[in-house]
């Protein structure tokens, strides 16, 4: 298998690659005791690409990972308020790679590019949330340095 290229979104050629990758991870975010009404999510989901608009570049980095000229990844990096300190830090909406790429560093590399970018512009922290039920991702995150911030709790009524 090929090298890894990273390089920036571009809507036209990316928008459905993007969309259905970050569907599956979307919806797979959602515990899966929870319940789900399918339509409403894929509903959801376009308001979500809607309102956060990852192509609007303005207010999002998205970055795509290739291999072989086939589309293997993206991180979609955005912006988080704090809820404490109502200060604004960049925040990683999706770090997808897809199952047929995974493995292969392509999101260790994705991530490394976007620290890259965010280190060049003078940015010191990034966040992103991590589902207790998504073991793979948490691993990964340890293994890129971050640590828990807060630990978010729901209960069965
Ligand atoms: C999590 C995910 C992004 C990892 O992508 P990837 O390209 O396979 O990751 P990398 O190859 O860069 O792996 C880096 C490290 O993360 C850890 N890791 C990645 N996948 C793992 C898995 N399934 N189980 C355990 N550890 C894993 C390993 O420590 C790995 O290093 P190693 O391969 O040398 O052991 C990918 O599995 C994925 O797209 N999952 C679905 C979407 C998702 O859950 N995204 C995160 C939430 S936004």
Request: with cysteine; hydrophobic share 40%.
């Given at each position: 298998?090929?090298?890894?290229?990273?390089?920036?979104?571009?809507?036209?050629?990316?928008?459905?690659?993007?969309?259905?990758?970050?569907?599956?991870?979307?919806?797979?975010?959602?515990?899966?005791?929870?319940?789900?009404?399918?339509?409403?999510?894929?509903?959801?989901?376009?308001?979500?690409?809607k309102?956060?608009?990852?192509?609007?570049?303005?207010?999002?980095?998205?970055?795509?990972?290739?291999?072989?000229?086939?589309?293997?990844?993206?991180?979609?990096?955005?912006?988080q308020?704090?809820?404490?300190?109502?200060?604004?830090?960049?925040?990683?909406?999706?770090?997808?790679?897809?199952?047929?790429?995974?493995?292969?560093?392509?999101?260790?590399?994705?991530?490394?590019?976007?620290?890259?970018?965010?280190?060049?512009?003078?940015?010191?922290?990034?966040?992103?949330?991590?589902?207790?039920?998504?073991?793979?991702?948490?691993?990964?995150?340890?293994?890129?340095?971050?640590r828990?911030?807060a630990?978010?709790?729901?209960?069965?009524?």
């Amino acid at each position: 298998m090929g090298e890894i290229r990273i390089r920036h979104y571009d809507h036209l050629r990316d928008a459905r690659s993007f969309a259905a990758l970050n569907y599956r991870t979307f919806r797979d975010s959602i515990p899966p005791d929870e319940p789900v009404d399918e339509e409403e999510f894929k509903r959801h989901h376009q308001w979500l690409l809607k309102h956060f608009a990852p192509h609007d570049a303005r207010r999002n980095t998205v970055l795509v990972a290739e291999i072989d000229g086939k589309y293997a990844g993206h991180c979609w990096l955005g912006q988080q308020t704090d809820f404490f300190t109502q200060r604004v830090d960049p925040w990683i909406f999706d770090l997808s790679v897809l199952p047929q790429f995974r493995r292969r560093g392509v999101a260790t590399a994705l991530h490394a590019a976007v620290v890259e970018l965010l280190q060049a512009g003078g940015q010191s922290l990034i966040g992103l949330q991590v589902m207790a039920h998504n073991p793979a991702a948490a691993k990964m995150y340890e293994k890129l340095g971050y640590r828990p911030r807060a630990i978010s709790l729901k209960k069965k009524l």
